[in-house]
């Protein structure tokens, strides 16, 4: 027998980081589904383990070290005082143990810590079996850094590498001191041969209240899914009522699943919910159906007793081939008032069409092509026929792809055919061709750029019985000139004692395109399209192909900037310009219309960042005939720290719309964990408000709580309300949001983290 300070090398194991890796996905336990965690969500915490420190240069050796060993035998050693069991990536310690080398085996006594890299493990006593990877802690508590997770257990057992037992367990992420919320069981078993979990008598308690009972659920604990019941949703409106719903989701095979929704709408009806998605190496998609049987509210509305409804929507993309993509987008609802009535938010009852389109395209090395069937279903009724859109079946596009070369000739082609349909109008098919070249002209300074198209378009048609017109073949051919120039001057500057380089960069355009009357052309899917600084640079003042606008113009615009040199960021630039017409336009959109005007409104944008925390973005347009502002748009975003936003927009489009738009979210004075947020749209010409939600955010270490009243104006209730004797109706649909997460386990309640980002620019949870 000896005593004193001893080290013993061990075969290689991989005992704790295999068996208690397990452990960390316990981070999956439970019914509730939860995203990744960001830097964020754990800002309010105190508590994180230390970086772990592991001797990398072991490999794969394994060392039992103490200050002092007493060999009882051959095969049996004790060992006190700095008691140390090191192996690359984990690291136990305790102040008492004992190693039988016969068995493989380790026990450790008083204060016995597991290091590993990705949790601290604690208890009274451990024994390990180092030879089958199995073994016990007594009396044990955990710490993980994924989630900022921790929790104790009576006792965990590693039954073998792949299965462990935690016995009257205890899981949360709060701050130690602290269980806000926590999940208890008397027993959990993980295996990760199978990629399942299960738990006994499972209790789910927030402030210290058990609201939450199951006496047996099974789990996945990796990427591997199982069927269960989601987390329930509940809302309450004006309109539907008491609106509440219970997912339960099904895991079909590695690359299916389906979630079924029962929804109970405690004015209309129950309404039956169903998503099925697939996942394949080469496509995938979504399948959405909801069926309402019978809904009492649309039957006294329609005064009948068909009031069954319903929407389908499909989404699906696939590359079938290395250079063949599709894309398939069908939509459907059983009648117009289906997304008014049923919607939660004004962009779903705002809708006007529904699109139905299937697309194939090949993508080779200098050029693509595209083939797609499209469709539209109108959902607002009040829009008349002639103003619905046509179908395209189908529609072939052809667009080269070379990469533009300077000082050099260019050339291009682009082409589409495309077949006209709809019931009780005029229908046609028509052929595009647009062959393009150019000699782009530049040095560092400079650049010159001439270019000249010609399109030619030929129509056949078929026209309505009665229709005077004769000529059911049409063809158009033009040239479309442009001389595009412009030059780039910079200067260094200092502003506030900061250097920036300062650019001005006058632009110069010549476009030329003659006049063809084109007044038997049926207008198919041209437009005008809303005049921008970007549209001052186009050669056809027309969206689609049916209108080539005749023209002889010069657009001269100047942009600036303000780049810093220190960064490389873009501080501030800004951008003016206008159009100067050396003819009148004949072709126009109304027949015997001409436009006479010699210059066209001045417009201008601009952004500013001058400070990292605010960000100016503004556009504005200048009519020049009336002399007054045609349309403009300004955006301030003040984000001077995290969780601190306000935002604050104004909108002006002639007579027609004068919107102010604000968002906030910012602390209440003399608190860390509450927050206002708001959001509002508000009409000024009919002082009404469009959207709006309030309410507060709680959050803490390891939860948060919204608490939020949205309302918008719903176009069902606002047609009540216009109808005799509606003027008692009110125009919003209201609801009251209340959901509580877990963080690290889930979410309880209807998810608005949608509502809040689509409302708050620049929020995130």
Known sequence: MCRQKVSIELPGSAY??????????????????????????????????????????????????????????????????????????????????????????????????????DALFQGDSSRMWLGNSSGTINNAQFQLRANHARGDAEQIVFESEDVTVLKKATYTTCDPTRRDWLMSSTKIRLDRSTGMGSARHAVLSFMH??????????????????????????????????????????????????????RNIGKRGLVLNSEFRYLNPRNSGILNLEYLGRDRLYEEKIAGDDSKRGRATFTHSGNPLQRIHTNIDLNYVSDPDYLSELGSSLSISSVTHLERSADIRYLGDNWGSKLRVQSYQTVDEMIPESARPYKRLPQLTFNSLRPIEKNALNYGLSGEY??????????????????????PLSTDAVYFTPSLTVQHSRYDLTRLPGDLASDDALTRTLPLLTLDSGVFFERDTNIASRAYLHTLEPRLMYAYIPYREQSDIPVFDSGEPTFSFSRLFSANRFSGVDRVGDTSRVT???????????????????????????????????????DELKKSDIVAQSSAYLRSDLRINADYQWDVNLHKVA?????????????????????????????????????????????????????????????????????????????????????????????????????????????LELKGMGKLGKTIDGLLEDGILGYSN
């Open 16 to 117: 704790i980081s295999s068996a208690l890796s397990s452990l960390l996905l316990m981070l999956l336990l439970f019914l509730f589904e939860s995203g990744p965690a960001t830097a964020n969500e754990w800002q309010l915490c105190r508590h994180h383990l230390p970086d772990f420190q592991g001797d990398l240069a072991l490999g794969e050796k394994t060392l039992i070290s103490a200050d002092y060993g007493l060999a009882t035998g051959r095969n049996l050693y004790e060992m006190s005082g700095e008691v140390a069991f090191v192996q690359a990536k984990q690291y136990l310690h305790a102040e008492r143990a004992v190693y039988d080398k016969r068995l493989e085996r380790l026990d450790a006594y008083d204060n016995v810590s597991i290091t590993t890299a």
């Open 209 to 262: 209240v058990p609201f939450f009972y199951l006496p047996y659920i099974s789990f996945p604990i990796d990427d591997r899914r199982k069927s269960g019941v989601l987390p329930p949703a509940y809302r309450r409106s004006e309109l539907n009522g008491v609106d509440f719903s219970v997912p339960y989701y099904l895991n079909l095979s590695p690359h299916r699943d389906a979630t079924v929704t029962p």
């Open 418 to 439: 495309v077949a006209f349909e709809r019931t009780d109008r005029l229908t046609g098919q028509r052929l595009d061709l647009k062959p393009t070249i150019s000699f």
């Open 556 to 594: 001269l615009a100047v942009t600036t900037r303000l780049i810093d040199q220190q960064t490389g960021v873009e501080r501030f630039n800004a951008s003016i310009g206008q159009i100067y017409y050396l003819s009148d336009r004949r072709v126009t959109l109304a027949a015997d219309n001409v």
């Open 631 to 739: 349309k403009g748009s300004i955006q301030f975003n003040y984000k001077p720290a995290k969780r601190r936003i306000l935002n604050l927009g104004y909108r002006y489009r002639n007579v027609t719309q004068s919107q102010i738009d604000a968002s906030i979210l910012w602390p209440v004075p003399h608190t860390r964990r509450w927050h206002l947020i708001g959001h509002k749209t508000r009409s000024l010409l009919d002082e009404a408000t469009i959207e709006s939600f309030f309410g507060l955010e709680y959050q803490t270490c390891c939860w948060k709580l919204h608490i939020v009243k949205h309302r918008f104006l719903n176009k069902v209730l606002v047609d009540q309300a216009a109808l005799p004797g509606g003027e008692s109706v009110d125009p919003y649909d209201r609801s009251i949001f209340i959901q």
